[in-house]
C-alpha cells in the first residue's frame, strides 16, 4: 500500500472522511448479529455468550458512534487520541465478531447457523472496505480479526467441507486484501490531489482578490488627474477659441475626446471590479420586465430611432436584480447600437427549451460579426469594431459574462455577418 501522507491538511481530510463514512457502519453489526440471534439457535444454546458478546458489540458500536458524531468537537483538541479510540473501538468490533463466528462454526459445523455468521462475516468485510481502507494498517489488522478466526475454526472441523471453505476464506482474505492496496492508494493520490487543487484554488482566489484590488485602485486614482486633462482642456479651447489654428483645434479636440473615451473606460473597469467585489443576492426577478424598462429607456433617449423590440412576457429567474440588470442592459445597450444602420431595426428576447434546460435569448438584426472571432467577444477590451465605426470600450460583453458566470449559467453567441446576432445564456 502507498504510504500515508502526512502533512495536517491530508491528515485531518482522511480521518473526517473516515467519520463521515462510518456513521452507520455500527449499526450494520447490531442488526446482523440481531438478525442471527433471532433465526438461529445460538442465543439459546449459548445464551451467557450471546450476551456477552451483544454487550460487547452494543457498547463497542456505541462507543463508536459518539466519537464519529462528536468529531466536530472531540478531534481538533487531540486527533491522535480520537483516532486511536476510534481504531481500538474498530477492532474490538471485529475481533469480537471474528470469535464469535469462529465459535459458531465450531459448535455447528457448516450448519445454518454457522453459514448465515459466515456470510455475514464476508459482508462485513466487504463493505468496511471502502470506508476503512484509507488507514493501511487497520485494514491489515480489521480483516485479520474478523477473518482468520473462523477460518482457523473451519481448518479444526477436518471435514471436505470445512476444507473447503478455509479455501474459499483464504482465497477472500487475500482478495480483500489486495482490493484494500488498491483502494489505499487510489484514495491517498485522490487526497494529495485534492488537498493541492484546495490550495491552488485558495493561491488563485487571493491572487484575483489582490489583482482586481489593484485595478480598482488604480482605475479610482486615475480618475482625479484625468478629470483635470478634460476640464482644462475644454477651458483652453473656450478661452482660445479664436486664436487657435484650425490644426490646432482639431488636436484639443482630440485630446478632449480621447480624455472622454478613457474616463468611458475607467468607469467599465470599475463596474467590472464592482460586480467581481460584490455579494450575490438572491431574489425572484422579473426578466421580462427589466428588458421591457431598458427598452423603454433607450426609446426615450434616442427617440428619433424607430426599433421593434419584443419581449416575451412572463419569464422570471431566481438571482440578483442589480447584477442581471447590468448583464441585460448591456446586451440590449450593444443590439441597439449595432442596428443604428438598419432601417427596419429588431431586437427580440425568449427563451428557449434545450436538452431540458432553459436558454434565453436576445437577438438583433444588426450588422453581425464573423463567427471565427467569436472567442474574442467576451474579453475585457477586445473589439470586432473599431470605435469610429460603433462606440465602445469593449468591457460591456466582458461585464455580461462575468455575472452569468456568477450566477452559475454560461453565454455563448451565433451571428452572420450583415444579419444581426444572438446572445445566448442560461442561468442556474
Not at 359 to 372: E, I, K, R, T
Not at 404 to 414: D, E, Q, S, V
Request: charged share 20%; glycine share 8%.
Amino acid at each position: 500500500m502507498s504510504n500515508e501522507p502526512a502533512t495536517a491538511s491530508s491528515k485531518h481530510l482522511a480521518d473526517s472522511d473516515l467519520a463521515h463514512r462510518s456513521r452507520f457502519s455500527g449499526l450494520v453489526y447490531l442488526i446482523l448479529f440481531g438478525v442471527i440471534i433471532l433465526s438461529t439457535p445460538y442465543a439459546h444454546d449459548y445464551t451467557a455468550l450471546a450476551a456477552f458478546v451483544s454487550t460487547v458489540i452494543v457498547v463497542s458500536a456505541v462507543a463508536r458512534s459518539w466519537l464519529i458524531f462528536r468529531f466536530g468537537k472531540l478531534y481538533p483538541s487531540s486527533p491522535d487520541s480520537w483516532l486511536m479510540r476510534f481504531n481500538l473501538s474498530t477492532l474490538l468490533l471485529a475481533g469480537t465478531w471474528g470469535l464469535f463466528c469462529a465459535h459458531a462454526v465450531l459448535r455447528y459445523g457448516l450448519g445454518w447457523t454457522a453459514m448465515l455468521a459466515l456470510l455475514s462475516t464476508a459482508g462485513i468485510s466487504a463493505g468496511a472496505i471502502t470506508t476503512l481502507s484509507g488507514h493501511r494498517w487497520l485494514v491489515i489488522a480489521f480483516l485479520s480479526l474478523l477473518l482468520l478466526p473462523p477460518t482457523a475454526a473451519a481448518t479444526f472441523l477436518r471435514s471436505t467441507e470445512s476444507y473447503a471453505i478455509t479455501i474459499m476464506f483464504l482465497t477472500y482474505f487475500a482478495f480483500m486484501f489486495g482490493v484494500a492496496r488498491r483502494i489505499n492508494s487510489e484514495y491517498w493520490r485522490a487526497l494529495d490531489n485534492a488537498v493541492l487543487l484546495d490550495r491552488r484554488a485558495h493561491e488563485l482566489e487571493a491572487s484575483n482578490e489582490e489583482l482586481e484590488s489593484y485595478s480598482y485602485s488604480i482605475a479610482h486614482d486615475l480618475r482625479a488627474p484625468l478629470r483635470s486633462i478634460i476640464g482644462f482642456s475644454q477651458i483652453l479651447r473656450a478661452d482660445l477659441s479664436e486664436q487657435l489654428a484650425p490644426s490646432q483645434k482639431g488636436d484639443l479636440e482630440r485630446v478632449i475626446s480621447a480624455g472622454v473615451h478613457m474616463a468611458e473606460l475607467i468607469d467599465d473597469i470599475l463596474e467590472l471590479s464592482r460586480i467581481t467585489r460584490r455579494n450575490l443576492g438572491h431574489a425572484e426577478i422579473d426578466l421580462s420586465g427589466l428588458v421591457q424598462g431598458q427598452a423603454t429607456l433607450l426609446k426615450e433617449n434616442d427617440p428619433e430611432r424607430a426599433v421593434d423590440v419584443k419581449v416575451q412576457p412572463g419569464l422570471r429567474v431566481e438571482g440578483d436584480a442589480r447584477l442581471l440588470s447590468v448583464a441585460l442592459q448591456n446586451l440590449l445597450d450593444n443590439a441597439w447600437k449595432f442596428t443604428r444602420n438598419k432601417e427596419h431595426a429588431e431586437i427580440a428576447f425568449k427563451a428557449l427549451n434545450r436538452d431540458n434546460e432553459t436558454v434565453y435569448c436576445l437577438c438583433d438584426n444588426g450588422v453581425g460579426f464573423d463567427m471565427a472571432y467569436a472567442g474574442k467577444l467576451f474579453k475585457p477590451f477586445d473589439r470586432l469594431h473599431t470605435h469610429g465605426e460603433f462606440p465602445g470600450t469593449g468591457i460591456g460583453l466582458a461585464t455580461v459574462k462575468r455575472i452569468i458566470l456568477r450566477h452559475g449559467g454560461r453565454i455563448w453567441a451565433k451571428s452572420v455577418p450583415g444579419e444581426g446576432a444572438c446572445f445566448y445564456f442560461t442561468l442556474k
